[in-house]
Each structure stands twice: as C-alpha cells, then as structure tokens.
C-alpha cells in the first residue's frame, strides 16, 4: 500500500502524518478516513478548490488530471505546478507527500 506523508500544517495536522491508504483511494479519503479534516466543501465532486493539496513528491504517480480539475485549480489559493485536487488525485503504488496550502477560498468554514 503506497504510503502517504503529510507535512505539518498548523490547523489539520500539527505534527505531519504518515498514513497507508490502498491503491486507487483519493488523497482526500485517504486523509478522512485518518482524521485529517481537509475542507472539501463540494463533498468531494470536483466542484471547488477547498481540498487543494501540493504534491511534493510523486505527482506523476497520481491518477491523471481531467480538464475539470485544471479549470477549478485555477481558482485554488496558492497555486502551484505541482497543485492538486486532493479528492481528484487517485493514488497508484507510489508513495506521496503532500502540503496543504495555509488558505483555501473559503473565508468562512463550519465547525466540525
């Protein structure tokens, strides 16, 4: 099972992670299913930027992005080469290490 190393973020996850996720799960499910509580204000449906991640190692181990995802990351707060959708981005075998950003587009989050 391809393992998943989240960097320290100051909210989600203060220490960082490292989590085993199986093959073909998303980096958002993955991340839930480990109570990591990445916004994903569309439910996961690809409809907004909220679960934005940057992969810093094994981007191109992911699932491959669709014109749909591009499009929404587009609009992601600090966007860059190696951005995501984290409930689009589909693991395969490899490892990966994801960040994520400080912000998100949504200004006003609900309590979990």
Same mark, same amino acid.
């Given at each position: 099972?391809?393992?998943?190393?989240?960097?320290?973020?100051?909210?989600?996850?203060?220490?960082?992670?490292?989590?085993?996720?199986?093959?073909?799960?998303? +980096?958002? *499910?993955? =991340? %839930?299913?480990?109570?990591?509580?990445? #916004?994903?204000?569309?439910?996961? @449906? /690809?409809?907004?930027?909220?679960?934005?991640?940057?992969?810093?190692?094994?981007?191109?181990?992911?699932?491959?992005?669709?014109? +749909?995802? *591009?499009? =929404? %990351?587009?609009?992601?707060?600090?966007? #860059?080469?190696?951005?995501?959708? @984290? /409930?689009?981005?589909?693991?395969?075998?490899?490892?990966?290490?994801?960040?994520?950003?400080?912000?998100?587009?949504?200004?006003?989050?609900?309590?979990?």
């Amino acid at each position: 099972m391809p393992v998943i190393t989240v960097l320290p973020h100051p909210e989600y996850c203060p220490a960082g992670a490292r989590l085993e996720a199986a093959s073909g799960t998303s +980096v958002c *499910e993955a =991340l %839930l299913e480990n109570d990591i509580a990445i #916004e994903h204000a569309c439910e996961m @449906s /690809c409809a907004c930027t909220t679960c934005h991640v940057v992969v810093r190692q094994g981007f191109d181990s992911l699932g491959e992005m669709d014109e +749909v995802e *591009e499009d =929404l %990351l587009d609009r992601a707060w600090g966007l #860059e080469p190696q951005s995501r959708l @984290s /409930c689009q981005a589909i693991l395969a075998q490899q490892d990966v290490t994801v960040e994520i950003p400080k912000y998100s587009i949504n200004h006003a989050k609900e309590k979990r």
